[in-house]
């Protein structure tokens, strides 16, 4: 695999910049950003043939910056997902190559986000069974964000918590031991800020729910489905909780940005 290089000879742009110039190839790391998506979507989203937008994830692809995973519902189907993390090394370099004082220094820890005066966000993951995937997602992002912001989980199909998910997640220092698989009938009527669909079955059968939410999709394969053994499988559950865990704190800031900014609209029109 071709990988853009994060630095480039004195007086030349970063090959990023160069790549990233092209109107197609943001928008789809815009759109990949946001969600995981199929070839079909994207070019919906784009309104460019499949050919053209297949070209251009090629290329993204090429440089890492975006990474592809065959559905766990049609295995001849293929899901799109931006490398945030690439894209972050990539990018902060761009301003280092410019001027010393401009490189990016990481965070050493997930930010929190901000209090706010009315209700904190509410996401909701769902899956198929409810026993692993949304539940460690559901306990992740409360745990990270320090309870500014409250998640809820359900299947389509639940099923009992697996002894692995537990396990990965004390791993982390996180007892989700007591949780309780609930079907996604159970919040109906819930209103939330934010549906977030981990499994490809799911994503296909997501009912709509009160108020219009954001929805977003992150294709994750079922751990329990990588062994034929508790023990075989445990090392799936290991990466998934990686996965999760990288995601969940890019929408921790994400979220955090969204807030920051609607209070900086909010002060700019009171003045």
């Known amino acids: 695999m071709r990988r853009v290089a994060v630095f480039e000879a004195s007086g030349s742009p970063p090959p990023v910049l160069q790549l990233l110039a092209d109107p197609h190839r943001w928008r789809l790391l815009v759109e990949l950003s946001l969600s995981d998506r199929r070839v079909g979507e994207l070019s919906d989203l784009l309104g460019r043939p499949q050919n053209l ?19 766990s519902a049609d295995r001849r189907d293929t899901y799109y997902r931006a490398e945030l993390g690439r894209c972050r090394e990539l990018l902060g370099a761009v301003g280092s190559t410019l001027h010393p004082a401009l490189r990016s220094r990481p965070d050493l820890a997930m930010p929190e ?4 005066q009315r209700r904190a966000p509410l996401v909701l993951f769902l899956c198929t069974g409810n026993s692993a995937r949304s539940q460690m997602a559901e306990a992740l992002l409360e745990h990270h964000s320090r309870g500014s912001v409250h998640a809820r989980s359900a299947g389509s199909h639940p099923k009992a918590l697996h002894p692995n998910a537990v396990r990965a997640m004390a791993e982390r220092g996180i007892d989700i031991s007591g949780g ?10 819930s209103r939330f800020d934010l549906v ?3 499994c490809d079955k ?18 994750m394969p079922d751990p329990a489905a990588a062994g034929g053994t508790d023990e075989g499988s445990y090392p799936a ?8 865990e990288a995601r969940i704190g890019l929408l921790i800031e994400r ?7 609607r209070r900086e609209m909010r002060g700019s029109r009171a003045h």
């Open 53 to 71: 937008v297949s070209y251009h994830l090629g290329e993204l692809r090429n440089a890492g910056l975006v990474a592809a995973r065959k559905s």
């Open 202 to 219: 799911v994503k296909e059968i997501c009912p709509e729910f009160p108020g219009q939410p954001a929805t977003a999709h992150w294709s």
């Open 113 to 116: 986000l901000p209090p706010r």
């Open 237 to 244: 559950f290991q990466r998934t909780a990686e996965e999760l």
């Open 196 to 198: 977030i669909t981990l």
């Open 255 to 261: 979220m955090a940005a969204q807030q920051q900014n």
């Open 180 to 189: 309780t698989a609930k079907h996604m009938a159970k919040f109906a009527h």
